[in-house]
């Protein structure tokens, strides 16, 4: 069990390092913190001129959004860029467990995912004038790595496509365009058809957008967990999806050959 988990920890930091070199620190800040916060001002604007929800409605939708950038962006290259730079055959022909390298991927989306959505909150909130409190500030933390695990969760099954996909990165721009709607991340759920509605109680930061949404209007955070355990769990589905994939799509790009084709 030891040796599992320090191969999940020594993946997720290696990997890292490896496949999103910090040789461009400014498309890092550019593309996952200013991208964000660009996105939260823009319909915070909108918002306003349209006399549409209140401020601290767009805060919670974009700042938890925010993760989704870091987790679906993020984890989605993790086997496409294996495959493309010829080092997936070794990880999945390694004596180690491939699960526990893929999972150790999971952990850099989760930080980033938390910290820019965190970072977008703050930002937001000095915005608008908005002082919550101490319990608030620390449910928005929590919902943050909730939101985070989720969406690293679904990126990670999209990943797995990229056994049998090229173009994987389109899959990835639409799977987050996808939860910006279906999560009601601006939209009051209420206003949107009940079709997606239904779609996004199962895409990631639907729930975690909720549950903060309330515990910043002034409910406790105790009846919020609810939706938060909802979402964690929305997150956990998307996890077991992701191993079932690559189990089910590595044996498919083995039978036919295409391991290594890119």
Do not use: K
């Amino acid at each position: 069990m030891n040796g599992w988990i320090r191969t999940a920890l020594l993946s997720g930091m290696l990997g890292y390092r490896a496949l999103f070199a910090w040789n461009t620190p400014g498309l890092f800040v550019v593309s996952l913190v200013l991208a964000p916060i660009l996105q939260l001002i823009f319909f915070l604007v909108l918002g306003s001129s349209l006399g549409y929800g209140n401020p601290s409605f767009f805060v919670v939708g974009n700042a938890m959004q925010a993760s989704a950038a870091a987790g679906i962006s993020g984890l989605v290259a993790v086997i496409a860029d294996e495959r493309r730079f010829g080092t997936l055959s070794y990880i999945l022909g390694s004596p180690g467990s491939p699960i526990a390298v893929f999972i150790g991927r999971l952990i850099p989306g989760v930080v980033l995912g938390t910290f820019v959505s965190v970072l977008t909150g703050l930002v937001g909130l000095v915005f608008i004038g908005s002082v919550p409190s101490t319990g608030q500030l620390l449910f928005f933390v929590t919902a943050a790595v909730v939101s985070s695990l989720s969406c690293s969760a679904l990126g990670l099954g999209l990943s797995a496509l990229g056994l049998i996909h090229r173009d994987i990165y389109q899959v990835a721009t639409a799977a987050y365009l996808a939860v910006l709607v279906f999560s009601g991340s601006n939209v009051a759920r209420e206003d949107i058809p009940s079709a997606v509605r239904w779609i996004g109680e199962l895409v990631p930061t639907t729930h975690a957008i909720d549950a903060t949404r309330t515990v910043l209007a002034g409910a406790s955070a105790r009846g919020a967990m609810a939706s938060l355990l909802i979402e964690l769990s929305v997150g956990i589905a998307w996890g077991a999806i992701a191993l079932l994939g690559m189990r089910v799509l590595a044996y498919r790009a083995r039978v036919t050959a295409s391991l290594e084709l890119y």
